[in-house]
């Protein structure tokens, strides 16, 4: 995905705390609802709110097992993600190098 492409979408999923608590928990691998409902606290339908808007920011992904469905991180997605942000810090570090260097005047 070029940097261009990505949307805000995954930025407002991430600025909510319980969304990012979700994350937590399901980076350390696949869970179903009620799992994440019992580590998180929170009620069954709010979990479920969360994780719809994490789906649609494509942070996580979801698969059928039989009846349950199970709910991890979108790695490749974070890894866009970190692209984009890595652009900011890396022209930053470059930035402080040249001043470091006296190039910047």
Do not use: C
């Amino acid at each position: 995905m070029l940097l261009e492409e990505l949307d805000d979408r995954a930025f407002k999923a991430l600025g909510h705390r319980d969304r990012r608590a979700i994350l937590r928990l399901l980076a350390e691998g696949e869970q179903p609802v009620g799992d994440v409902v019992a580590a998180v606290g929170l009620d069954q339908p709010v979990v479920s709110q969360h994780l719809k808007v994490l789906r649609s920011a494509a942070l996580v992904t979801v698969r059928g097992d039989g009846n349950r469905r199970l709910y991890a991180v979108d790695f490749v997605r974070f890894a866009e993600i970190r692209t984009f942000l890595d652009h900011f810090w890396n022209t930053k570090l470059e930035s402080l190098k040249r001043i470091a260097e006296g190039e910047d005047n």
